[in-house]
């Protein structure tokens, strides 16, 4: 089936641990990308990758990172967590016309 | 600079009641425009794109470039279509989506 993956799906950290949110899509795809939901602000774009080892800042980048060195995967890297950065977490990747989005991960940063 | 504007936080109508979710943009040059929609603990998913002008789940929506609007219109509302719906933008031939802060339609039985 072809689909978009995150794990994990729900996260309770402290502030200044690091974390990982992996992300993995079977559809090929080259274009990927990590957006954030907040309730009143709608999804803002944290990252996005056009292909392996290229990636480029979204809307919202700073307290974050990114990798893509394989087509498949591209985590999301949370150096040293804050509250702010509560939030629930999609990924995405896109073919010619349509992205699609994985299950969502929900972060709490205590 | 490209935005999306859904003035309603929520909407509540009754089930077979007509439903309108507004949404405007601001861009310069010919924007791809698209309707996201999110149900209940599911994923975001793809309801319907301005240039297939299709109809989804009897969801229709057409690009007004003189209003700059995209509002996605139901005539007879299900309860099964509460949910979060999304307006968002794209440029032509790019791959950034924006995305509007969201409507959330309840449809009361």
């Known amino acids: 089936e072809a689909q978009v993956t995150q794990n994990p799906r729900y996260l309770i950290t402290v502030t200044g641990k690091k974390l990982t949110v992996t992300c993995s899509q079977n559809m090929n795809h080259e274009y990927m990308s990590w957006y954030r939901q907040d309730p009143g602000l709608g999804l803002r774009q944290i990252y996005y990758s056009m292909n392996v080892e290229v990636t480029d800042k979204g809307d919202v980048p700073e307290g974050y990172k990114v990798s893509r060195k394989e087509k498949r995967n591209f985590p999301l890297i949370l150096e040293s967590p804050s509250p702010n950065q509560t939030s629930l977490y999609f990924c995405?990747?896109?073919?010619?016309?349509?992205?699609?989005f994985g299950p969502g991960t929900r972060l709490l940063v205590l | 600079a490209q935005r999306v504007t859904q003035p309603e936080k929520l909407l509540s109508v009754f089930k077979g009641a007509p439903v309108e979710l507004k949404c405007n943009y601001s861009?310069?040059?010919?924007?791809?425009l698209f309707w996201y929609v999110q149900y209940s603990r599911q994923r975001l998913q793809l309801l319907l794109r301005?240039?297939s002008r299709e109809s989804i789940k009897g969801f229709t929506a057409d690009l007004n470039k003189g209003e700059t609007s995209f509002h996605l219109k139901k005539p007879f509302a299900q309860e099964e279509d509460s949910a979060m719906y999304y307006c968002?933008?794209?440029?032509?031939?790019?791959?950034?989506?924006?995305f509007g802060t969201g409507t959330r339609l309840q449809v009361f039985p």
């Open positions: 301005h240039i």
């Open positions: 995405a990747s896109k073919d010619l016309e349509t992205q699609y």
């Open positions: 861009y310069s040059g010919s924007p791809e």
């Open positions: 968002a933008l794209s440029k032509k031939n790019t791959d950034k989506l924006i």
